[in-house]
């Protein structure tokens, strides 16, 4: 299924009528850009998330992918870092989180960790196999006008994320 791109001009990471897409780590005097292989616009994080650093992949990392791969935000303290995002109670919503590792910290130890939508686990997320990084897509049905996309410290290393991209499922072009 194809989401339409409706587009109306709205604050931050919602240039897109109900569009949520986050590039994770982004200063915010970058924020927010068009990405130009989508025409979707990114913004930074900052607003969505108090907790966690900022990381710059390696540029010869960085140059296979697109703008919103180049950064990512890092999680050195807590066990639980979450992000708060508005959605619409009772839509279904396209969610993709990526993660790409890029040697941000010049230590070659990929991470692992686990990913939850509220107090749900989504997803194992583990990088060691996975140079290009990952991603991982769900439908989900909002239960309330809050959603949180939580990353969960299981070992030694530091959970990351390089972007959040929602989108609403079944939206009548208005």
């Not at 992000?83 to 109670?89: A, P, Q």
């Amino acid at each position: 299924m194809r989401v339409r791109d409706n587009i109306k001009n709205h604050e931050g990471a919602q240039t897109q009528e109900g569009f949520i897409s986050l590039d994770c780590g982004l200063p915010l005097d970058e924020s927010p850009y068009n990405n130009p292989f989508n025409g979707l616009t990114f913004s930074s994080d900052s607003n969505f998330i108090q907790t966690g650093k900022i990381g710059k992949v390696d540029k010869d990392v960085f140059k296979r992918f697109a703008k919103q791969y180049g950064t990512m935000r890092y999680f050195p303290e807590g066990k639980r870092n979450c992000y708060s995002l508005d959605v619409k109670r009772g839509t279904n919503y396209y969610m993709a989180v990526s993660f790409l590792y890029g040697n941000y910290d010049g230590l070659n130890r990929e991470p692992s960790f686990d990913l939850y939508l509220g107090t749900n686990k989504w997803a194992r997320i583990d990088l060691g196999s996975r140079p290009n990084g990952t991603r991982e897509e769900i439908i989900h049905k909002a239960k309330s006008n809050s959603l949180d996309i939580c990353l969960v410290k299981t070992g030694a290393t530091l959970p990351m994320i390089s972007a959040i991209e929602i989108r609403p499922l079944g939206y009548a072009h208005g």
